[in-house]
């Protein structure tokens, strides 16, 4: 069995992390490359990076952000918010970041998963999928549809069928948030989690709604995650990664235990 992952999850606004709730009412909290530096050396397995205004803005990914973070860290990390092509993915690769996460712009051009999977292989290629719970139809059987540019744009694009598709275009994880859920502290989604787990064949990392050691073991053991995202637990330091990972061991969890 594959360690189960905590990442703690960067969202950054004008080269600042930032948090909000549901998407809205977000707060400058710190500097990116500095909390990215912490977590690394607090035991975190990678990390993730949101630009979360590049693609609503039509703008370019933040580069140099990437870059210092790449000089900072030595785990893996992933990097998103504003990528839309092949050159995209090369900059931010050559910056440094392990990986590279599709979302908007993935939606209006699926085959730049394929395009990615095939240039720098399925294992850098993530597929972000924002998720808003809606009123079953016959576009979204599931219930659940995807949002995008930053939670502002219904696509009436079924989750479930979205995360199929980015499966069979090549994308290697998937990365799904609950709008919902996001920044709440009630608890991930665990229907939706459990319902792309089951029916695709690649990782799924969790995200949205973390408040507490027992939502993250909800999600990993029910929701059947590969992996959970942490936001607001761990950036007001109500937890810390060890703290986490002490706690999902005693509960059987298989984590990683390495401490600097």
């Known amino acids: 069995m594959l360690s189960k992952r905590i990442i703690p999850c960067l969202d950054v606004r004008d080269g600042k992390t930032t948090k909000g709730i549901k998407f809205k009412q977000n707060v400058d909290i710190g500097d990116p ?37 790449a000089e900072a ?9 504003g990528i839309r092509t092949l050159e995209d993915m090369r900059s931010v690769l050559l910056a440094g970041a392990e990986k590279v996460s599709v979302n908007s712009a993935a939606v ?5 998963i394929a395009r990615g999977a095939a240039a720098f292989g399925s294992q850098c290629i993530v597929l972000g999928m924002d998720v808003k719970k809606v009123k079953p139809s016959d576009a979204v059987p599931s219930g659940y549809e995807i949002v995008i540019n930053g939670g ?9 069928k979205w995360a199929k598709q980015g499966e069979a275009l090549g994308a290697g994880e998937i990365c799904l948030n609950s709008i919902d859920a996001d920044g709440t502290q009630d608890g991930y989604e665990l229907t939706l989690t459990s319902l792309i787990s089951e029916n695709v064949n690649i990782p799924v990392i969790a995200s949205g709604g973390a408040g507490s050691i027992d939502h993250i073991y ?32 005693a509960k059987g969890v298989k984590v990683r235990m390495a401490w600097k």
């Open 33 to 69: 490359v500095e909390m990215g530096r912490f977590y690394y050396e607090a035991g975190a397995d990678e990390i993730v990076f949101y630009d979360i205004t590049a693609s609503n803005e039509r703008r370019d990914i933040m580069i140099d952000v990437v870059s210092r973070v």
């Open 152 to 160: 502002r744009t219904y696509t009436g694009t079924d989750a479930l």
């Open 73 to 81: 860290i030595f785990i893996p990390f992933s990097v998103g918010g």
């Open 218 to 249: 909800e999600v990993l053991t029910k929701g059947k995650a590969d992996a959970a995202l942490v936001a607001s637990m761990v950036h007001y330091e109500t937890y810390s990664i060890r703290q986490i990972k002490e706690a999902l061991h």
């Open 108 to 112: 209006g051009d699926p085959g730049v």
